[in-house]
């Protein structure tokens, strides 16, 4: 469902307010572009660095039982054998006789015999595996046949050992990172939502076996409360239980987190009970012990259980633009209505006129918000175009200097949301916007 070309008006709207406004660009767009590879530009960076920066608060710092990790894109090869990628990450891919085009078969309609965009006739199935190959080393014969990581979650499993050793770790605890990973997905499509190099958050939590189904519950609730809190509707958020034909070759019971996308209910985030598959298998592979001597249980040696959450961050940062796109035809005027915790910035600041003492006003105010919030100082065109601008980037608040702000000392903040215009003493502008911005 997910990989449907675009074809959706909200969509193409946001594609196109996305290359306009400076969020998302077509990677290597001057030479035609690359299929499903995208840059991000200076709102979206900023947007997105904000969605990493409150999964790492809420997932890690907040947290007293979980802790970071940075781990390589490359790894050894034998990873991902024992992870089970090189013989299971495949998806069933169909090719178009004709014009060539490739399809993953659970995207098409069942029984599908004809290509969907030329008629002409499928061939028989086959299976494609989405691991990036490349070699490491620089001869050919000593070279490696490495993998760019599909996931990052086994950075974290070959480092249980090191994570136990040097950190006083008790059961149950979790070890976080975020970082990229590629796939060479068979289609694509629907802008940011499967692209074949994105970024990944994801949270291996370790327990002790038979507590599975109460922190899978834990962790269900936890992570749906994250995109609530990042300020989705949540009307438009769901959870959804795999099937047991779904359920990956690790898993022993997963859900899905999805978001009414206009082109339906998609996957934001899989949270999965992987039992003690993954330390079972890199145990078998690697020869070594990866083990916890449990101290609470007499010292004795258990293979902990793994509760995996599992997010992307360009679909979370589709999902916030997707939810924040406002058309509001009453006051003709595009909106990204981002809480403020997301909006790349925080506060516009304008000075009336270029003139008369206001750009110092203005430039003093800017200078003294930006020690605190993401601003944006704009002297250029007029006053609506200048609102219209921060309307479509989001920004929440406005603040203009105009030639009574020289007299009474106060500026006139504007919400982006209501238009709702007030007097504000400049000397209360900078704890009155960080207190807004925190709400
Ligand atoms: P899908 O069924 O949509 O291909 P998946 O079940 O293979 O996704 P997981 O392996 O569970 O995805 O990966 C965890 C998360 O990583 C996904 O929920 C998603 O947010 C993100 N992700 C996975 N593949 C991609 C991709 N190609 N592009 C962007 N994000 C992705």
Redesign the pocket.
């Known amino acids: 469902m997910?990989s449907k070309p675009i074809s959706y008006p909200l969509m193409e709207k946001i594609v196109a307010l996305s290359r306009r406004r400076g969020f998302v660009f077509q990677s290597s767009e001057i030479y035609d572009g690359i299929n499903a590879v995208y840059d991000y530009g200076p709102m979206g960076v900023e947007l997105k660095r904000n969605v990493k920066n409150l999964w790492w608060q809420d997932m890690i710092t907040s947290r007293e039982n979980v802790l970071g990790m940075d781990t390589a894109i490359m790894m050894h090869p034998k990873v991902w054998e024992a992870s089970g990628h090189v013989n299971n990450f495949h998806d069933p891919m169909i090719e178009c006789k004709k014009c060539k085009r490739r399809y993953r078969i659970d995207h098409l309609p069942e029984d599908s015999k004809n290509c969907p965009e030329c008629g002409g006739k499928l061939a028989e199935s086959k299976q494609f595996n989405l691991m990036f190959k490349t070699k490491l080393g620089s001869t050919d014969e000593s070279a490696l046949d490495v993998y760019l990581r599909p996931?990052t979650a086994q950075g974290i499993f070959v480092n249980f050992n090191n994570i136990v050793s040097s950190n006083r770790v008790k059961l149950p605890f979790g070890i976080g990172q975020l970082g990229k990973?590629f796939?060479n997905?068979i289609t694509t499509g629907n802008f940011?939502?499967?692209?074949?190099e994105?970024e990944?958050m994801e949270m291996e939590f370790f327990i002790r076996p038979g507590e599975n189904a109460q922190w899978l519950e834990y962790w269900l609730q936890e992570r749906l409360n994250w995109y609530k809190s990042l300020g989705i509707n949540p009307e438009k958020l769901r959870l959804r239980p795999h099937t047991k034909d779904e359920l990956a070759h690790y898993s022993i019971a997963c859900y899905?987190i999805e978001y009414e996308f206009p082109y339906g209910f998609?996957?934001?985030?899989?949270i999965a009970d992987r039992g003690t598959f993954d330390l079972t298998q890199h145990i078998e592979y690697s020869k070594k012990k990866l083990q916890y001597v449990d101290q609470e249980n007499r010292g004795a040696k258990i293979i902990p259980a793994i509760i995996e959450t599992?997010?992307?961050v360009?679909?979370t940062v589709l999902t916030i633009m997707t939810d924040a796109y406002w058309e509001d035809e009453e006051n003709d005027r595009i909106v990204m209505r981002f809480s403020p915790k997301v909006a790349p910035f925080k506060v516009a600041i304008f000075p009336l006129f270029k003139k008369e003492g206001m750009p110092e006003v203005a430039r003093k105010l800017y200078n003294d918000l930006r020690k605190h919030v993401a601003a944006i100082y704009d002297d250029g065109g007029s006053i609506g175009k200048r609102y219209r601008r921060q309307d479509e980037i989001g920004t929440p608040f406005c603040l203009t200097v105009d030639h009574e702000s020289l007299e009474d000392k106060c500026v006139t903040l504007r919400d982006r949301d209501t238009l709702k215009q007030e007097r504000v003493p400049i000397d209360k502008v900078v704890s009155l916007i960080i207190e807004k911005v925190n709400l």
Not at 266 to 270: D, Q, R, Y
């Open positions: 997910s996931e990973a796939r997905e940011i939502f499967r692209t074949r994105f990944q899905d998609s996957e934001l985030e899989g599992s997010a992307g360009d679909r």
